[in-house]
Structure formats: C-alpha cells, structure tokens
C-alpha cells in the first residue's frame, strides 16, 4: 500500500485573521465634537483668568510677609538664618512684653524686698536674697535646710530683664528702670505729681500742668491768687484770723509760691516761702522777706523750699521768718516779698 506524498511544508495552515474591530465612538467624545471654536475660545479665557487670579494670589500672599528689621541687619551673605514674620494681626515677634499679675514674686519671700543679685535657693527650691541668708545664717526659713551656697541663676535673668515704668507715667514720664531700682529715678523724677495749691481745689498733675491749671482756672480769683514779677518788691496782708495762706503766681513762667504763716508755740508768727515744683530739675529760688512798721523794718532772705502739695502750717524747723509779738497788729500780717532765682536773695 502506497503512501501519498509528504507535503514538504509540514506546518498547519495559517488561520485566517480578521481585522480588529472598530470602537464605536462615546457620546462625550461626540459631544466634543460638536464644541465651536467660540466655545473653546470661552474656555481658554476662563483659564487664563483663573491662572491671573491664582498668579495675584500668590503676589498678595508674598507681600503679606516682610522681613523684621532686625533680623534683616543680621542675614548678611548667609541665607540658611534668615527668619521672616508675617505682618498679620495674630502673628508674633520674636519678642514679647509679659504683664505679671502681681509683682509680689518678684520679692523675696522673707524680708519682702525687692530681690537683686545675688539670689540663692535651697535644695527644695525656696529663695532668699543675700541679705537674708546671712540674717537667717544660711537657715532656709521654710524648710531649715542650707541655703547660700546654690545660686538661683533662672531667677537672676528675670529680674535683670523686669523692666518697671515710673510711677508718673501717668503724668507724662516714659523713663522705665530695672526692677527695684525705680526708686532711684521717682526720687528726681520731674513729672512728680504736684497739687493745685488753691483752696477747694483737686488738681493734680505735673508741676507745668498745674501752672497751666492755675492760670486758666484761677485767674479770676483775685482774693486767693495774685501775681507777682520777678525780683520786683510787692506788699501783701494776711488776716490769721481767716486764713493763713497767700498764693502767687509768676506772670511770665507761671511759678507758683505758697506764702504760710502760723502763731508759734512761743509766740510770735513763724512765715516761710515754698513753691510748687519737684524737688529735682526745676531751678532754684530765694526771696526777701520784710516786715513793715511805722517805724521799724524786719528783713531776712530766706531759700524757696520746694514742696508737691500744700500741707497743714507746722511749726517749721528752717528756712522761715519769725515776727515777734510786738511787730504785729492782731491778727492782721503785712508784708513785703520779693523773689528771685537762685540764692539771689538769701544773704541780703
């Protein structure tokens, strides 16, 4: 039996290939289609106004933030330290002003004192300024425990960094010392509150203020404010039985001086000059005071004292005018004064 021929190609014939089928196109893409070069164009102009309104953003949001002065005299060259603060209301400096509610702890808790260096703490924390711990003998006064030889450095840069305004502030003084060392400044501060010196009056201000007040409020009161001139004689009286005190005002400056008298315990009326002034940084003055007679003259120059507030007449220690009983006429007192600068007039 026969065989038929062996086909020389012995690889199954090819199966026939249909071309892949076309994707029906999706509505959306339809849609597309239909867009007019109107509407494209609508859409790039909303484009480019959004990326105009993100770009402004981006300006106003860069001018919002500035660089501190201070910290822009520190960059220099480097730009690795650069710190930048924004201007916004909530946002804060590098530095900041603390209020304490009670400045009470800043004080040492033993002599109550404002605390200074060096301060000290024992080994459960109390503290104690040095003055304290050698009266205390180095005895912590709570705890009994040694204290003198640990030193309290935290508290230390508080109180060197505590800051305290003048208590005249409120009349005009910005001068702020270290706490505990106020002292030293209220002492010769010129803004030192000074009293309107006329009867029935409250005033109170600074001693220019209070010049003011007087001639814009008192003026008119001829009985209980009288002008005078610098180093010009003027001749006044005073009734003992009604009051006791005569208030001058300098026309030009507007010094106030208070002239008070008052019986001594020995007899005699004892009258002294002040004016109404600190008692640092205003200028000195004196005055001539002289008792009339018929037929005798009492002169003595006596230094203005400087006072903030018309007290009750006390019987003065010096700087006064003493007018024995046999130069007077009851109670009636006339006088002459004459005031100058300096010590023009003390030794006369």
């Known amino acids: 039996m026969s065989l038929p021929p062996r086909n020389p190609d012995h690889r199954s014939p ?20 239909d867009y007019s070069a109107a509407s494209i164009g609508d859409e790039e102009d909303e484009d480019s106004e959004d990326d105009t309104d993100e770009s402004s953003d981006e300006e106003e949001e860069e001018e919002d933030v500035q660089v501190p ?22 946002s804060s400096s590098s530095q900041q002003l603390i209020k304490l509610k009670s400045s009470e702890i800043l004080d040492c808790p033993t002599c109550c004192e404002p605390l200074k260096r060096p301060i000290y703490q024992c080994s459960n924390g109390h503290l104690a ?11 912590c006064p709570f705890c009994r425990l040694p204290i ?18 003048c208590r005249n502030s409120t009349y005009g003084c910005q001068h702020t010392s270290p706490y505990g060392d106020q002292s030293t400044h209220e002492r010769r501060c010129m803004y030192v509150a000074c009293f309107c010196p006329l009867p029935h009056c409250n005033y109170t201000g600074a001693y220019m203020d209070v010049q003011t007040h ?13 002008p005078f001139v610098f180093d010009t004689p003027q001749i006044f009286s005073m009734n003992l039985a009604k009051k006791k005190t005569t ?22 009326v004892c009258v002294t000059v002040s004016c109404i002034t600190p008692m640092y940084g205003s200028p000195n003055l004196s005055c001539s ?60």
């Not at 007087?214 to 009288?226: G, V, Y």
């Open 129 to 139: 300024c040095s003055l304290c711990c050698l009266k205390l003998r180095k005895k």
């Open 14 to 33: 090819k199966r026939q290939r249909f071309p892949p089928p076309v994707p029906e196109e999706d509505e959306e893409e339809e849609e597309d289609d």
């Open 214 to 226: 007087a001639r814009a409020t008192h003026s008119w009161d001829a009985e209980n404010l009288i």
């Open 247 to 268: 208030i001058f005002q300098e026309e030009k400056g507007g010094d106030l001086v208070v002239v008070q008298a008052f019986k001594g315990t020995h007899g005699g």
């Open 289 to 348: 005071l002289a008792k009339l007679n018929a037929y005798t003259t009492l002169r003595l120059g006596v230094r203005v004292k400087k006072i903030q507030k018309v007290v009750e007449p006390e019987e003065p220690k010096d700087d006064f005018m003493f007018v024995p009983d046999y130069m007077l006429s009851g109670d009636h007192l006339k006088m002459q004064i004459c005031v100058g600068s300096e010590y023009k007039y003390v030794h006369i």
């Open 69 to 90: 002065e201070d910290v822009g005299d520190n960059i220099g060259d480097t730009q690795s330290r650069r710190s930048v603060s924004s201007s916004s209301p909530g």
């Open 148 to 165: 003198g030889e640990i030193r309290c450095r935290a508290m230390e840069k508080v109180i060197e960094s505590s800051m305290v305004p």
